[in-house]
């Protein structure tokens, strides 16, 4: 069942590109939709760099808001990737040479974050911003380049060591979103596959468990204690 898993999830990030589709997936992508669009909306700007790019799921939000955007992935998952390159290490991008960087759950899979939040610091320009998100509660994925999970303590922590100053900082979803995105991935996933059927339980799953965990986590956690991840807006002063 894993692998049919796997090559149904594939195929759905293949197929729900845009993030503004991909949201109701499930209740983590719900959540994050609704903290990573305001942020860019308000944040992104003059030339963008796309780091940890992927399938690029926000790009069509991102691109009417810059002069330039440029993406960077650790492999060429498509064509139009910019740099192949880590983020640990970005020396073929000259310093102070971004307005703006976005970077989505990208810094749990490296071994020092630290680090890649200081070369994203360097190649930004004076006054540019970062939106980064990162995990809290999360399950093992991408194995084995899974490394860290971070509370807002943390992500406060490695602002400062770099240079950072943090604008606004984000919690996404709780306990029932963690429990909740679970649920989505195995039934819409073991679904995709099956025409007609895949609309009709992508449309149940958007209602029954995106939209319920949604409510259930705004009223049951509002300390936020079971954060399943954070989304947080930098800048380089």
């Known amino acids: 069942m894993n692998g049919l898993l796997k090559k149904n999830r594939h195929k759905l990030d293949k197929e729900l590109r845009s993030a503004s589709l991909r949201q109701y997936f499930s209740p983590l992508a719900y959540f994050g939709y609704r903290t990573t669009v305001p942020a860019i909306s308000k944040y992104m700007h003059g030339s963008c760099l796309d780091i ?3 399938e690029m799921p926000y790009k069509d939000v991102i691109t ?6 440029d993406t960077m992935d650790i492999e060429k998952r498509d064509n139009s990737v910019k740099y192949i390159g880590d983020i640990q290490n970005m020396d073929t991008i000259e310093s102070a040479s971004y307005d703006s960087a976005i970077c989505l759950e990208v810094l749990e899979h490296i071994k020092e974050p630290l680090q890649g939040m200081k070369e994203m610091h360097r190649i930004l320009k004076k006054g540019g ?3 980064i998100s990162v995990p ?5 994925h991408e194995e084995p380049n899974d490394f860290y999970r971070f509370t807002k303590y943390g992500i406060e922590h490695l602002a400062e060591r770099s240079g950072f100053e943090i604008i606004e900082l984000h919690s996404k979803g709780g306990l029932f979103s963690f429990l909740g995105h679970q649920i989505s991935t195995i039934f819409v996933c073991l679904c995709w596959g099956v025409p007609v059927l895949k609309n009709i339980v992508f449309f149940l799953n958007k209602w029954l468990c995106v939209k319920l965990c949604y409510l259930l986590d705004s009223v049951f956690d509002r300390k936020k204690i079971f954060a399943v991840g954070y989304t947080c807006v930098l800048r380089k002063n």
Request: charged letters at 10%.
């Open 52 to 54: 940890g790019c992927g």
């Open 136 to 140: 809290h509660l999360s399950r093992l």
């Open 64 to 69: 009417p808001l810059v002069q330039r955007y």
């Open 129 to 131: 911003t970062a939106i």
